[in-house]
Nanobody
Framework: QVQLVESGGGLVQPGGSLRVSCLASGSIFSGNAMGWYRRAPGKQRELVAG???????NYADSVKGRFTISRDNAKSTVYLQMNSLKPEDTAVYYC???????????????????WGQGTQVTVSS
């Protein structure tokens, strides 16, 4: 059974930083690229960062240069360090599997299994 537990969100002022974490259990982490997704009110889900098992990373243009994704394979944990946060980064952040190729990272072609509860990130003064 796959379980994803996101944590580390909160309220931060514009220009501030946060690091969110995702602990993954089950088979989802060991063989997959992983991604951080976000959903803002009234907007579609967006894949903001992906990382392969070997550590190759890819970012959406909206976060490039500000966010850094990393993973600890021994701990089955993926992280997202978010710097220079903007109000438009406000969203619920989720982790899940991703599909990565030389062209970038995308949602898995076979879709998703379960989702975690996500972690709320609010950027506001």
């Amino acid at each position: 059974q796959v379980q994803l537990v996101e944590s580390g969100g909160g309220l931060v002022q514009p220009g501030g930083s946060l690091r969110v974490s995702c602990l993954a259990s089950g088979s989802i982490f060991s063989g997959n690229a992983m991604g951080w997704y976000r959903r803002a009110p009234g907007k579609q889900r967006e894949l903001v960062a992906g990382i392969t098992r070997g550590g190759w990373t890819n970012y959406a243009d909206s976060v490039k240069g500000r966010f850094t994704i990393s993973r600890d394979n021994a701990k089955s944990t993926v992280y997202l360090q978010m710097n220079s946060l903007k109000p438009e980064d406000t969203a619920v952040y989720y982790c899940n599997a991703a599909y990565c190729s030389s062209y970038g990272c995308y949602e898995p072609r076979d879709g998703f299994g379960s989702w975690g509860q996500g972690t709320q990130v609010t950027v506001s003064s």
